[in-house]
């Protein structure tokens, strides 16, 4: 297998593992119980050997175009989100349900690279600003929080999808940190 074909099935397995963690602790019949626990380490076995995998397969082009996919996207958001008038910030809900959509989608977009192997840079032309202090994120905080997160990027060596899946939730975290909490 190469690269993303690993990648593909470790996703698959470990959506599969979550199930099977769920119907394990849903379940009564103690029977059917260990045939999931049983099935969940066969599972959770064969989802350490595709880590393995991905860390010795010989072609990491992939995941190198992923990293400088990222990198890209990031760059593209930088410049967009900068586009606004004088005094303009980034409206939270972007006139959506949803607060903090333009953070969700920043991190979807990333979460996209790491998971389907297609690489297009998407422009975040939805973008909807305020003048308004509440509700809103400051242009240039958020653009000195992206720029740095390119810096962490560029300091991933010989990446591999585990070091960029590790990057991206590490990125959530950092970015609800500082956007949400």
Same mark, same amino acid.
Not at 19 to 29: A, E, G, V, Y
Not at 50 to 55: D, G, M, V
Not at 91 to 120: C, K, V
């Given at each position: 297998?190469?690269?993303?074909? $690993?990648?593909? /099935?470790? @996703?698959?397995? %470990? ?8 119907? @394990?602790?849903? /379940?009564?019949?103690?029977? %059917?119980?260990?045939?999931?626990? &049983?099935?969940?380490?066969? $599972?959770?076995?064969? @989802?350490? &050997? ?14 190198? %175009? ?16 900068? *586009?606004? =008038?004088? =005094? ?6 972007? =006139? ?8 969700? #989608?920043?991190? /979807?977009?990333?979460?996209? !690279?790491?998971?389907? =192997?297609?690489?297009? $840079? /998407? ?7 305020? +003048?308004? *202090?509440?509700? +809103? $994120? ?5 653009? %000195? !929080?992206?720029?740095? #997160? ?20 590490? !990125? ?5 940190? *500082?956007?949400?909490?």
């Amino acid at each position: 297998m190469n690269e993303l074909e $690993i990648l593909k /099935r470790l @996703i698959n397995l %470990e959506k599969e593992s979550h199930r099977l963690k769920i119907r @394990i602790k849903i /379940r009564k019949n103690e029977i %059917e119980k260990q045939g999931f626990i &049983d099935e969940n380490h066969q $599972i959770e076995n064969e @989802i350490e &050997d595709l880590k393995n995998q991905l860390k010795e397969v010989e072609n990491k082009s992939s995941s190198a %175009e992923a990293k400088t996919a990222i990198i890209r996207q990031l760059s593209e958001y930088i410049t967009e989100i900068n *586009k606004a =008038g004088l =005094g303009l910030k980034l409206l939270r809900n972007q =006139g959506l349900m949803l607060e903090n959509a333009p953070l969700s #989608e920043i991190y /979807r977009d990333l979460h996209f !690279f790491i998971t389907n =192997g297609e690489f297009g $840079i /998407r422009t975040p032309a939805w973008l909807c600003y305020t +003048s308004s *202090k509440e509700n +809103s $994120i400051e242009i240039d905080v958020l653009s %000195e !929080f992206l720029s740095g #997160e390119i810096q962490i990027l560029r300091k991933i060596t010989d990446p591999n999808y585990l070091k960029l899946r590790q990057y991206i939730e590490e !990125f959530r975290k950092r970015i609800i940190e *500082k956007f949400i909490e």
